[in-house]
């Protein structure tokens, strides 16, 4: 009987707090149709296909507003066409600022372009240091945001991937934006340190600027952003032929466990234009680059750049069909050219 009661209690306690809470449930659909065409070091090789598929990034979640002081949010997505955690934080607004607990974008994420091909790539890895969402401890405060984040240690020892190392402090991210009616500017840096199975330091930084400006329906930004070992803070997708190791941007061990560095560079435009409630058009290019720390191995200097033009289409509030036409060149002798066109069809509701 009382371990009855003691269940009914916690029912009526849960109960009562939904309840009193204000949930905004909110959902994207988002289907990708895009035909992609592969050239292997400049040769056709017929290797076209057409992606009709549900992208990864669909999907549901809530804004959950408990008091003035404490919201949290949840969000699931569709990636590998299963439910997965995108966002799931609670945040106290104490006054002065904000602390946020849980798994959000970090600060160094400062999104410029709208590219739709590759699930909202947005030229991810190919000229924008796009973070991810990871868990993390951050505090908010006017423009400025800095976060403890979960750490990545992987790197490439000898050509094949690991993980093994010895984290004695998070990974730091910061971040500062300022914007006013026609323009924004922001600055981010992110710093992570780990000792790998060999006992040797490896450190990884990124630094990033960005800047936009609007003004008769026309807007214009653009962002660059360098680092060393940048690929445990940010995605780098740069080559895949010549050298494994430098596609990510990641730390290179050799096989003594001495670490080769890997330094890089990158830079995105973006440019648009709304003409109505119903037509935009956008345009995107991207590059970047990483180079080993070592002079004469193949693959030491890879790089890779991406452009885009699209025409988004409003049909009603929060219906969109994206088409878009692009291109990723992975430049490296033996690498892939990727042409793509097609649409990416949307419904918020």
């Known amino acids: 009987m009382k371990k009855l009661m003691v269940i009914v ?26 035909y992609t065409d592969i050239d292997a070091a400049g040769v056709n090789n017929d290797s076209g296909n057409i992606d009709a598929s549900l992208q990864g990034n669909a999907r549901i979640g809530a804004n959950v507003k408990v008091s003035d002081e404490l919201s ?34 970090t600060p160094l994420y400062l999104p410029l372009s709208n590219q739709v091909y590759g699930s ?34 992987n790197a490439w020892a000898a050509g094949a991937a690991v993980t093994a190392g010895e ?31 060999f006992d040797q330091s490896v450190a990884s930084y990124v630094i990033t600027g960005r800047a936009g400006i609007t ?52 830079y995105e435009i973006v440019a648009g234009y709304t003409v109505n409630d119903m037509f935009a058009f956008e345009a995107g290019y991207g590059y970047a680059k990483t180079e080993l720390d070592v002079v004469g191995v193949a693959g030491d200097k890879v790089d890779v750049a991406s452009w885009y033009v699209q025409a988004p289409i409003t049909l009603a509030p929060g219906v969109f069909i994206i088409p878009e036409i692009g291109q990723v060149d992975y430049k490296n002798t033996g690498a892939d050219e990727i042409t793509y066109y097609g649409a990416k069809w949307q419904i918020n509701f």
């Not at 209690?9 to 895009?34: K, P």
């Not at 569709?78 to 966002?87: F, K, Q, V």
């Not at 984290?167 to 924004?184: E, T």
Request: charged letters at 15%.
């Open 120 to 153: 909202d790539n947005g030229l991810g890895g190919w000229g924008e240091p796009y973070p991810g969402r990871k868990a993390q401890l951050k505090l908010m405060f006017g423009g400025f945001d800095i976060a403890l984040v979960t750490p990545n240690t």
């Open 215 to 266: 003004f008769a329906g026309v807007k214009l930004g653009a962002e660059v952003f360098g680092g060393q070992n940048v690929g445990n803070l940010v995605t780098m997708h740069v080559n895949k032929v010549n050298s494994v190791e430098a596609n990510t941007g990641l730390a290179v061990y050799d096989v003594a466990g001495n670490v080769l560095d890997n330094d890089a560079f990158g």
């Open 72 to 105: 949290g949010r949840f969000e699931y997505g569709a990636s590998g066409g299963n439910a997965n955690i995108r966002l799931l934080y609670g945040t106290w607004n104490f006054g002065a600022g904000s602390f946020r607990v849980g798994q959000d974008y």
């Open 9 to 34: 209690a916690a029912l009526a306690m849960i109960s009562g707090s939904a309840y009193a809470a204000d949930w905004n449930f909110y959902g994207s659909a988002r289907v990708t149709t895009f």
């Open 167 to 197: 984290v004695k402090m998070p990974q730091i991210q910061a971040a500062y934006k300022l914007s006013q009616d026609n323009w924004n500017v922001a600055l981010g840096a992110g710093y992570q340190t780990f000792d790998n199975a």
